[in-house]
């Protein structure tokens, strides 16, 4: 049954049982009898989930809850490295699937943890050529994982190796083109394009 909105739905005692009276999507009053009419509102994100992502810097979705690095590959990792999500804090979710969470984020920490073990930074990182970079801030805006800053002094970007995911987003968005991407050169990409085409 479609209706306009839950705030027009309620529940009213009729002749010794339940009804639901709505209204449906012409406008008009209907009501529906039922031996028992079960109340299960909907799960939204917390109040404060804008608050703690800022401290965090990793960014709620439209529904409230955290984004994953990826839904099917990477679901316990946030875009922000070393931050991981378990629970419903990312979507709605029962026990069995909270728990699995919990424990794939455990296993991410503990990895890391291991003594001895050296920790490796992808290559494929960008890197900003300085006296091309006019300041304009373009790439800081665009960049998912917040891996490029600013110098304070002399106001050019700058990319956090450790921070950045080798995406392209700010190479693409750079309107000067003073930022390129590791392995994936504009140079390279044509020299690629061209033995192709032979």
């Known amino acids: 049954m479609r209706y306009n909105s839950t705030a027009e739905l309620r529940v009213v005692a009729e002749n010794g049982s339940a009804a639901v009276v709505y209204r449906d999507a012409a406008g008009a009053e209907a009501r529906i009898s039922a031996d028992a009419i079960v109340l299960c509102p909907a799960v939204v994100g917390p109040a404060d989930a804008a608050q703690l992502g800022a401290t965090l810097d990793i960014s709620p979705d439209r529904f409230g809850f955290f984004e994953e690095l990826h839904s099917r590959l990477d679901s316990a ?66 960049c998912p994982y917040k891996a490029i800053g600013f110098l304070p002094g002399s106001h050019r970007a700058t990319v956090n190796a450790l921070l950045c995911q080798g995406c392209g987003t700010c190479v693409a968005a750079c309107p000067a083109g003073a930022i390129q991407g590791a392995h994936f050169a504009n140079a390279q990409i044509y020299a690629e394009m061209e033995a192709l085409l032979q």
């Not at 919990?102 to 992808?122: C, F, M, T």
């Open 77 to 142: 990792q946030s875009k922000m490295k070393g931050i991981y999500l378990a629970g419903a804090c990312q979507a709605p979710m029962d026990i069995q699937k909270s728990i699995n969470q919990g424990l794939a984020a455990a296993g991410y920490v503990l990895s890391g943890l291991v003594e001895g073990k050296r920790l490796q930074i992808d290559p494929i990182t960008a890197s900003v050529d300085e006296p091309r970079c006019s300041g304009c801030r373009t790439c800081g805006a665009v």
